[in-house]
């Protein structure tokens, strides 16, 4: 996603926001844990303001501005700009006869809603929609809706870590992955579960280890697990390292990688 790209598309939320004239009643929904969903649509329907409160999340009181994208079956998405890509904050799903919302927070599993008639009829709509100007006033939206590379280095970075850690307890001996960060675009951060592909390997040699002294033995020696993507999938072995090179398209890795290792 580029520079300009994002520009355009937090203009067009701008000029739609600015424009932006509410529906008269709201709604307010609870998720549990003192956690609430306030939504307010527009009076066209095309468009709603959502903000959730009552939880330990980077989006905690932030008020988006959502487009809604209708389904047929009195079925819709509420979909928003999150992390450089659209995501689907809330959906609204039919069933048997009756609408059911479930909250995605990034992060989490996901929250079923419980229509709560009492503060649904507290709520005020200019109040919420003149809390969203002010908050884009300061950028809150705008910095939620960039992507942030450093982050999702970290994270993805935090969740090999884990895959290595149970990989290495599973084995008796140390085992790490090691990822070229600069080697992947953007474009690949965003698209990519990093840590599915790159930490296959580690968790293969796992399920051998956890078989018993015989299957252990076919990964010792091993020691890192160099990934990287590239046009097919392969495996290559020198010294105490192995050099992967995964493809986003590549079906069965696992097999390959457990048949690589049994016959190493």
Not at 20 to 37: C, N, R, T
Not at 159 to 171: E, G, M, P, R, Y
Request: charged share 25%; hydrophobic share 35%; aromatic share 6%.
């Amino acid at each position: 996603m580029t520079r300009l790209s994002l520009l355009l598309i937090s203009t067009l939320f701008t000029l739609n926001a600015a424009a932006l004239e509410l529906a008269k009643y709201p709604q307010v929904f609870d998720a549990g844990q003192g956690i609430s969903l306030t939504l307010a649509p527009s009076s066209d329907g095309t468009q709603a303001l959502v903000q959730v409160s009552g939880i330990n999340h980077a989006l905690d009181g932030v008020v988006l501005l959502t487009e809604i994208k209708e389904r047929g079956n009195d079925e819709r998405d509420y979909r928003t700009r999150l992390d450089g890509r659209d995501y689907n904050l809330l959906l609204q799903r039919n069933a048997w006869g009756s609408p059911r919302y479930q909250l995605n927070l990034p992060g989490t599993d996901g929250f079923q809603l419980s229509f709560n008639e009492t503060r649904t009829q507290a709520a005020k709509p200019a109040k919420l929609l003149a809390l969203y100007q002010q908050q884009k006033k300061q950028g809150v939206q705008d910095k939620l809706a960039r992507f942030d590379r450093e982050q999702r280095v970290t994270d993805f970075t935090a969740q090999l870590q884990q895959i290595d850690q149970d990989a290495s307890k599973a084995c008796g001996t140390p085992l790490s992955t090691r990822v070229e960060w600069s080697a992947l675009d953007d474009e690949q951060l965003m698209r990519l579960s990093v840590p599915s592909f790159c930490g296959e390997v580690v968790r293969q040699a796992a399920n051998l280890c956890e078989r018993g002294a015989p299957h252990q033995e076919r990964v010792a020696g091993i020691q890192q697990v160099q990934c990287q993507f590239g046009e097919r999938i392969q495996l290559r072995e020198q010294n105490t390292t192995l050099t992967f090179t995964t493809h986003a398209e590549e079906p069965n890795q696992g097999d390959f990688i457990n048949a690589f290792l049994r016959n190493r």
